[in-house]
């Protein structure tokens, strides 16, 4: 092999490198803080809205949310939720759709903890209280949008 094609080797070789040693990981994906208020009515079929705000490297997004969900539920309630998100890169990564299997009630009032991950792999992990007269033990999907 000649010397110009060694170099050439070596360089490509140290360019691959570069590039891996470059690429994000899991590792530096950041985290942010979310809050989230959320309004649901059921009978069998529930659908639930709101919004809230996602605060990620020193700036604020507000949020949209939507959802539907099936199952043995009755009621009707409010939750205001807290938390953070993690596994995000840009504040773009909250959006997208989440879903959960869910038991639980509130009559007046009741603590709600929730943790949910998008097909992005955002990760929310949120706590609150709900607000209300309700029952359930359901399939769900929460819709989250920046708005």
Sequence with gaps: MTRLGAAIRYSLLALVALAFAAA??????????VQLEVVKAA???GAS???GTLRFNKRSYPLSVGGLSFGASIGASKANLVGRVSNI????DVAGTYGAITAGGAVITGGKVVRLRN?????LELRGRE???????DVSGLVIGLR
Excluded: D, H, Y
Aim: hydrophobic share 40%; charged share 10%.
């Design 119 to 123: 097909e992005k792999g955002a990760i």
């Design 89 to 92: 890169r840009s504040a773009s």
């Design 49 to 51: 809205g709101g919004g």
């Design 24 to 33: 994000p990981t899991a590792s530096q994906a950041a985290s942010g803080s």
């Design 43 to 45: 009978f069998i079929v």
């Design 131 to 137: 607000v209300g007269l309700e029952l359930n033990l």
